[in-house]
């Protein structure tokens, strides 16, 4: 069983169109960052959420932090082809030097 | 900088080769980790280090070992490859002053055993 669940597994949209991705868990977490993917490169970090209710923007990227940590949520807005890609979720369990990864989301987007 | 290396960047084994990802940080990170990701999916722990001489566990050892002896490197060795472990191999490393661990991560080894 996945510790973090990510939805959806996949999803294709239109250039334009907004979206948003869930990572859920029964878990408390002490951060959670998202990372992207594209592919033949390693994850690279977008952001790190620490604070239950937490909300950063990173130019039309919104992430949230769920009040009682347990789960987190990526919206886009106005989608652009630039944005495809695998976008990972990762939590921090209190007193982890590890980070547990979703299985991801596979963003397609379509011009 | 560099950040993270690995290499080789793909290999091809037969079953029962052996062979050592390399992977080497230059940013003075105390803890380093190793993944797997296989198709389509997300990323696997296979062992990590807080520090040289100091390794763990992770969720998918088995078959693997792995060594830290210095700060910059930590190398994950094969024994009798098998198909399974056919999959894309990511080093990443963290900073231990971070309480978030936040992780940087190289480009990745593609390997198939067949």
């Known amino acids: 069983t996945q510790l973090l669940e990510q939805s959806p597994q996949f999803l294709s949209i239109q250039e334009g169109e907004n979206l948003t991705v869930y990572c859920n868990s029964s878990?408390?977490?002490?951060?959670l960052q998202w990372y992207r993917q594209e592919p033949g490169e390693g994850p690279v970090l977008l952001v790190t959420?620490?604070?239950?209710?937490e909300v950063k923007k990173l130019k039309r990227l919104t992430f949230q932090f769920g009040d009682a940590r347990k789960d987190s949520s990526l919206h886009i807005t106005a989608a652009q082809t630039g944005d495809t890609g695998l976008y990972l979720c990762?939590?921090?369990?209190?007193?982890?030097?590890?980070?547990?990864f979703g299985q991801g989301t596979r963003l397609t987007i379509n011009p | 900088n560099a950040g993270v290396t690995q290499t080789p960047k793909f290999r091809i084994l037969k079953i029962g080769q052996s062979m050592t990802l390399q992977c080497t940080q230059d940013?003075?990170?105390?803890?380093m980790y190793w993944y797997r990701q296989d198709p389509g999916m997300g990323l696997k722990l296979i062992y990590y280090?807080?520090?040289?001489?100091?390794?763990d566990k992770g969720e998918v050892p088995n078959g693997y070992n792995v060594s830290r002896s210095t700060t910059e490197d930590f190398p994950l060795r094969l024994e009798l490859a098998a198909p399974s472990q056919t999959s894309v191999y990511f080093c990443?490393?963290?900073?231990?002053?971070?309480?978030?661990?936040?992780?940087?991560f190289g480009p990745g080894t593609r390997l198939t055993v067949t």
């Open positions: 940013m003075n990170h105390n803890y």
């Open positions: 990443a490393s963290s900073y231990a002053g971070q309480s978030t661990y936040e992780q940087y």
């Open positions: 959420v620490v604070t239950g209710g």
């Open positions: 280090s807080v520090g040289a001489g100091i390794t």
């Open positions: 990762a939590g921090r369990l209190q007193g982890a030097q590890k980070l547990v």
């Open positions: 878990s408390v977490f002490s951060s």
